[in-house]
């Protein structure tokens, strides 16, 4: 266990030196890109500890069990309802390109709204995504409106 936590935090560190390296090379906005870079990373980390198991490293789903984050027309419709489902969960039916998924979805209520905003920035940001930064102020404004 050790072992894994010192090699989970020396890919961090490697990862974070690699990438805050090309952020200053070429982008314009450094504060901006730097900022971004923390969170992707941060965003990787919590979202293989929460939402690997069920949506895969991937983010490819697993069959019509769970559904697919990557090239998903769900999230691409629905930004803010994802953060509120990062939080609260979800039961029933949800259709994801054109497949039907009713596997109930645990929330992680402990989740922080930076957090949130962690995972989000890393899952809108590969695949076909290219949202950059999602601002906590932007999950905390969901957040507040699907407690409602």
Known sequence: MKNKTLLVA?????????????SCLGKSNKTESVKFQQYYVQGEILYTKYCSNCHQKSGKGL??????????????????KVFCLMKYGIKGEIMVNGFLYNKAMQGV???????????????????????????TATVSKAIENCAN
């Open 63 to 80: 069959g019509l069990v769970y559904p697919p984050l990557d090239k998903s027309d769900f999230m691409d419709k629905n930004i803010e």
């Open 109 to 135: 209520p402990s989740l922080t709204e930076l957090e949130i905003a962690e995972i989000s920035t890393y899952l809108y940001n590969f695949g076909n995504h290219q949202l950059g930064v999602i601002e």
């Open 10 to 22: 020396s890919y961090y560190l490697l990862l974070t030196s690699y990438l805050l390296l090309i």
